[in-house]
Every structure is written in structure tokens, then in C-alpha cells.
């Protein structure tokens, strides 16, 4: 590879091309064979990664020369785009930081809930804008190839090629999914007035106290309220104001509303015992300081505005209100407070339903059972206009996701200019920004752990590791050292264009046949073929594991599912190659469509074609439909073979894996044909937990072990 007119930059060279604090840097490169691209190369102290425990793949080492890629999608949104906290709260993207809980999505039983989650990385970018338009009139700014979840899977904001193919894009009447633009508008704290605090205390003070109330009377003593001024409170409070049930959010609340309402005299109408209403007030003469008596708090105000009507709200969801599953429920049997809960509901514009039921040990009074209706949207809806101010009251947690004909697609255009954009890395993949879902970069954290940005440095910020080899000899002669199987390949590819450059790979097969250490490798690039011949010696000492995936052999089939990727021809002479050098190959013939390419005439073309490659084993893999993959994929089969979607409705109603009964049938039909053809071995047909073929990875054989990919 030409590698002229290349670019020592010096410590001037700024955030474009090095963050501030990176470990080990020698010098950063440009070449104009890279355009946009800076190489770091660093001295690292360890290369030998164990994988994490918690990981499906079945190998527990790595090794990895180069950290990030130049072909990866970017994934950003306008800086102003307000994200959903995971307390019913919102931010703009630009202003979030590592370690905050945002509202995320996963899939429970099938059916996709919110989730709260976590922010692990979070960067910027420069990119060209799209303005999206939903029907509702929300905007969103994003990349066009940013993406959204719609009823019909995730769609990029605008058409083009990505790695796995061309991308499917948002088009005029998608419907989105999402909580919608009603629970993002107003971000900001309610001000919490004086009328908010009385409604407030109000409502805390008369809803705290036993669900069911079968002990007439209000106990005086505790209560505090002098009941031949203001009658009933409609409360049971023989165990004392507050009852042991309220959380330290409340009770930290009432503590500052109560010494708030000793510093102010607060003018609101109250009853008066003659039955009619006047003007009063509160007597909380102005400077009293100390704790207001809980007397001057629990007065039903005349015509009570929406202020008090808030507070009041968040007074009664904080002592008596349930959310699960994304819905509120409170209940009470007090009559005359779930009147005015209802009354406070309708005042802020929230539907909802009064189920009424007797106590179950046959109280005297009944229970009646508020429910707040409309779903996610509703819930953040009423967090924004109340305000409650216990956390667990706020979690939209467990709430299924749906959408709304206020978010339907009403045009895509491009803004055609570059600018400033963010995004964010979750644990879930996703999260809400203005109303809808969208979706994030989950692998680019990983550039962080070599202190880079996870954003625009992903793409062309590449780390190598110019010491590989050195370093892992020295890591290999560890008396701690098991020989255990090394897998290269599962992160960033080992024989990326870089290294017809940087030649790092084959001291690095040296050090680990050196060892006596088995391997495997995994690329598409065929930079592999320069090292056959070192391969081949490595061979001959320790087991070594390659492999290459072959879906299909229809050119026409293999161009339109799989665009951008490498020819079946291409793969198949790979695999002749490393066979011409007297080495091993498995083949994962994988994906297998069903009902498309499982025929037993399919498979036995194929087959017989790998196995002319010189293939020594071969795994089958059935279809598997990822989150993300499933939704581009029925969308093509609607259009190229519509009468399917039926079909692969039944055999993948499970979620992700085809039907085990389909899984059993294709095993009986290939396990003749790999005999047939000498491919059995130890390839096998991959199981439910097997990875798509887009993210296989080689399994390192140990010795005497043929190699299999899963």
C-alpha cells in the first residue's frame, strides 16, 4: 500500500487530531491515502483482553491492533434537541454528561417498554443537516444518517449506503414511535408559587393516613386542625401526621413549604364554619419564622386556581399515588378528595377514570381507585404540570411504547449545510429525543477507553498500537499465562487497510504460535493473503482457526440482500487460497433464508461449490432477526416477496430465532448433505444462541478440534 506524502503532526495538531491526556502517544500521522483520517500511534502497556464474563461469545481472549474505524455510521442530532431524563425531566443533548439516566427502550416479552438508562459516552460532530417534520409540528435536526424507530422498524433520516447495505429511510406518513411532543414541552420547573405550596401541603397532609378509613373522627391530637373551624379533614390520622409510608422526597418538600409558609402571610379564600364561603387567609404573620402549624395548610380554598390545583395534584400522587407499568393510579376513600383530584385533573386538561370497590375486609368506607389514562405521554404530561416530587412517582419505567398521529412523517429536507451536531451512547441502544425514539451507536464507547472521543474520533481518530507484538510476548511468557485460545477479528478488523502499512499482524502470530498459544482470525479484507505463508508455519505448532461467511451463491439475490459486501465469488476464492496454502477453512453458510434459499437444491449448490473451494467444515445458520436487522429485512421481503411476510410472521413470532421446529427441520435436511459432501466434521447447525452472520465470530479450536464458526 502507498503510504506517501505522509504528515508528522506535533503537539499543535489540537483536538482534530489527539485528545488532550491520550497514554503512550509517539506521534500522530496523516496521509493523503487516508483523506480525513489521523493515525495515533501508541505505546500501549497491555494487549492481551480478556473478555468480560458476562458475554455471550465463546472465546475469552483478544487481541486488537487497531482501535476504531473509518467506516463507521454517525448517528447525531442538532445540539438543541431536548432528550427525556429518565425523572420525567428533559435536557438538550448538548448539554448531557457521562453518568446521567436518560429513558431508554428494550424488549420484554416482546412488546418494546420503556426503560431507564444510562449515558456512557457522549460527543460531537460536524455533519450535514436534515430538518425532520412530524404531523404534530414537531422538528427535529438530525444527520441524515441518524435514525428513528417507526411502526415499521428503525429508518434513517435519509437514503444512501451504510456498511450493512443501503440503509431504509423515513419517507412522508411513517408513523413514529414514541411518548409524543406533550410530555417534552415545558422542560422547566414548575415554579413552585405560593398558591403551589398550599395546594401542595394540602393536598400531602389530607391524602396521608390509611387507605381505607374505618375510624370515624380525625384524632384531633395529631392532626393538629382545630376541626370546629374547618370540620372533617376526611382523614384517618390515629397514627399521626406523617404516617411512616411517606418518602424522605415528600417530607424534605413539606419541611421547606412549611418554613416557607411562616415567612409569608398567603391570600387565598377559605371556608368559614357557617357553611358559606369568604375571603381569609392564612394567619402566618410575615416574619414569624419557624415551621407553619399544620392547621394554616389543610383549608379547602374557593375557586382554587391551576397553581393550587398542581400543587395539590402532587400532593396526593406523593402520599397516595402508584405508577406501575408507565400508569398512575391513586386511591383513596375519602369522597370528597378524590373529588378534588379529579376536579385538579380536569383542571390540568388529564383524562382519567374513578373505579369505585369495597374495602376487601369490609370497611365501612369504599375504595376508590383514580386512573390516569393516555398512557407514557400522560404520566410526563402530568410530571410537568404538577411537579410531584417523589422520584419513583416520575419513573416511566415499564410503560409500553406507542405512537400517535401527531408523530407521522410529514416531509424529510435537506437544510444544505454542515453544522455542529451531538449524540450519546446508552445501555439500551436508544432513547427519547422530542417525543420520539432514537436510536445510538452502541460499540462507540469503547474508543473511549483509550480517552477518545466517542463521536467524529471513531471514525478518524485510529489508534495502533505500534507495539503489539512486543507487548504481547512479554504478556505470553506470564507463568500465569494458560494458552488459552485468542480470538482476533471480534472487535476491529486485524487486516484493515492500515496495516499493509503497519504490518503489525505478523509478529503478532509470531508471539502467540511462539507461545504455544492456539488463534483464530477473523476478516473480510484479503490484506490476509500476505500472510498465508507465516499462517501456514504457525499452523504446524499451534492449532489456528480461519473462516470466511458465505450466504449465498445467486449473484442477483447476494447484490440486492447483501449490497457493498465482497461477491460470493470473492469469498469462495478466499477460501481457496487459504486452502491452496495447506491450511484449514470453515465456512458458515449463514444466513439461510427460509423459504428462499433452505431448499435442499440450494443448499447442496452451495455446498458443493464451498467444498470445491477446498472448505474443510462448514456451520448452517439460519436467518436471525435482530432488533434493527429484522425491520430492514421484512421491509425488503414486502417488497421483492410479499406473499412471505405471512410466513415469516409465523416463523419468527417467537422474536429473533426462527421457530425451533423449522431449526430441527433444516438440521435433518443438511446434516445428509454435509456428509454428502465431506463438510460434516465438527460443523454443526447453529443453535438459537448463535450470532447473526454479521457479527459471527471464530471460534479458536483447541488442538486436534475442527474449527467452527458461530
Not at 496523516?30 to 458475554?55: C, D, M, Y
Not at 404534530?136 to 438530525?142: P, Q, S
Not at 505470553?476 to 487486516?495: H, K, Q
Request: glycine fraction near 12%; proline fraction near 7%; charged fraction near 20%.
Amino acid at each position: 500500500m502507498r503510504w506517501s506524502g505522509q504528515q508528522v503532526l506535533d503537539d499543535g495538531i489540537g483536538a482534530e487530531a489527539a485528545l488532550p491526556g491520550m497514554r503512550g502517544l509517539l506521534r500522530s500521522v496523516r496521509t493523503p491515502e487516508f483523506a480525513g483520517t489521523v493515525f495515533h500511534e501508541v505505546e500501549a502497556k497491555s494487549v492481551l483482553n480478556r473478555v468480560p464474563g458476562s458475554s455471550p461469545v465463546p472465546f475469552r481472549w483478544t487481541v486488537n491492533p487497531y482501535r476504531g474505524c473509518s467506516h463507521a455510521c454517525v448517528y447525531c442530532l442538532a445540539g438543541s434537541t431536548r432528550v427525556l431524563l429518565a425523572d420525567g425531566r428533559v435536557r438538550p443533548i448538548a448539554q448531557l454528561r457521562v453518568g446521567d439516566a436518560v429513558m431508554g427502550t428494550e424488549v420484554v416479552g416482546g412488546q418494546r417498554r420503556y426503560v431507564p438508562t444510562t449515558v456512557l459516552a457522549h460527543w460531537s460532530t460536524s455533519k450535514p443537516a436534515y430538518r425532520v417534520r412530524l404531523a404534530g409540528g414537531t422538528e427535529l435536526v438530525a444527520s441524515g444518517e441518524h435514525r428513528f424507530l417507526s411502526d415499521r422498524g428503525w429508518r434513517h433520516v435519509s437514503g444512501g449506503w451504510c456498511r450493512s447495505g443501503l440503509r431504509p429511510r423515513l419517507r412522508p406518513g411513517a408513523g413514529l414511535l414514541g411518548p409524543g411532543p406533550e410530555a417534552m414541552t415545558g422542560w422547566e420547573q414548575r415554579p413552585h408559587t405560593a398558591a403551589y405550596r398550599q395546594g401542595y401541603l394540602c393536598g400531602l397532609v389530607r391524602a396521608d393516613g390509611p387507605v381505607v378509613d374505618d375510624v370515624p373522627g380525625c384524632g384531633v391530637d395529631q392532626c393538629g386542625v382545630d376541626h370546629r373551624e374547618i370540620g372533617h379533614c376526611g382523614v384517618d390520622h390515629s397514627g399521626g401526621f406523617p404516617s411512616d409510608h411517606l418518602e424522605l422526597e415528600a417530607l424534605g418538600r413539606v419541611h421547606h413549604f412549611l418554613a416557607e409558609a411562616a415567612q409569608h402571610v398567603v391570600e387565598l379564600p377559605v371556608a368559614v364554619p357557617a357553611g358559606g364561603w369568604e375571603p381569609g387567609r392564612i394567619a402566618a404573620p410575615t416574619g414569624r419564622g419557624g415551621i407553619a402549624p399544620i392547621t394554616d395548610v389543610v383549608r379547602w380554598p374557593e375557586n382554587p386556581g391551576v397553581d393550587w390545583n398542581a400543587g395539590f395534584l402532587a400532593g396526593v400522587v406523593d402520599a397516595r399515588g402508584a405508577v406501575e407499568g408507565g400508569e398512575l393510579r391513586i386511591r383513596h376513600t375519602a369522597p370528597e378528595i378524590v373529588r378534588r383530584v379529579t376536579s385538579a385533573l380536569r383542571r390540568l386538561g388529564l383524562r382519567h377514570t374513578v373505579h369505585t370497590e369495597r374495602h376487601a375486609e369490609g370497611g365501612r368506607r369504599a375504595v376508590r381507585t383514580v386512573r390516569l389514562l393516555g398512557g407514557a405521554g400522560a404520566l410526563l404530561r402530568l410530571v410537568r404540570l404538577a411537579d410531584p416530587a417523589v422520584g419513583k412517582l416520575r419513573d416511566l419505567g415499564g410503560a409500553p411504547v406507542s405512537g400517535g398521529a401527531e408523530l407521522a412523517v410529514e416531509s424529510v429536507q435537506s437544510l444544505g449545510v454542515e453544522m455542529p451536531m451531538y449524540d450519546i451512547t446508552t445501555g439500551t441502544g436508544d432513547f427519547v429525543a422530542e417525543g420520539v425514539i432514537s436510536h445510538n451507536c452502541f460499540a462507540r464507547n469503547t474508543h473511549t477507553y483509550l480517552e477518545f472521543d466517542a463521536g467524529a474520533d471513531f471514525d478518524s481518530q485510529i489508534v495502533v498500537k505500534v507495539n503489539v507484538a512486543r507487548v504481547l510476548e512479554r504478556e505470553l511468557r506470564a507463568p500465569r499465562w494458560g494458552r488459552e485460545p485468542v480470538a482476533m477479528g471480534t472487535n476491529t478488523d486485524p487486516y484493515q487497510r492500515a496495516e499493509g502499512r503497519y504490518r503489525l499482524m505478523p509478529g503478532v502470530i509470531r508471539a502467540l504460535a511462539g507461545s504455544g498459544t492456539p488463534f483464530s482470525l477473523l476478516t473480510k479484507g484479503t490484506v490476509l493473503s500476505r500472510d498465508l505463508p507465516l499462517i501456514t508455519a504457525a499452523a504446524a505448532d499451534v492449532p489456528v482457526g480461519l473462516g470466511v461467511s458465505i450466504a449465498l451463491v445467486d449473484r442477483s439475490l447476494q447484490s440486492r440482500l447483501e449490497p457493498g459486501t465482497p461477491s460470493p465469488a470473492a469469498r469462495l476464492d478466499l477460501v481457496r487460497r487459504i486452502s491452496d496454502a495447506g491450511l484449514s477453512c470453515g465456512v458458515m453458510v449463514a444466513p439461510v433464508l427460509p423459504l428462499l434459499t433452505d431448499s435442499a437444491e440450494a443448499l447442496d449448490a452451495l455446498l458443493a461449490q464451498v467444498k470445491a473451494a477446498g472448505a474443510t467444515g462448514a456451520t448452517v445458520l439460519a436467518l436471525h432477526l435482530r432488533p434493527g436487522t429484522r425491520e430492514w429485512f421484512l421491509d425488503w421481503l414486502a417488497r421483492e416477496h410479499p406473499t412471505l411476510v405471512e410466513p415469516y410472521a409465523r416463523l419468527y413470532r417467537r422474536g429473533a430465532y426462527v421457530d425451533p421446529a423449522y431449526r430441527h427441520a433444516l438440521a435433518e435436511r443438511v446434516a445428509p448433505l454435509l456428509r454428502r459432501h465431506g463438510l460434516s466434521g465438527a460443523a454443526t447447525i447453529a443453535r438459537g444462541h448463535a450470532r447473526s452472520a454479521e457479527h459471527a465470530t471464530v471460534t479458536p479450536p483447541s488442538s486436534g478440534e475442527q474449527l467452527r464458526l458461530m
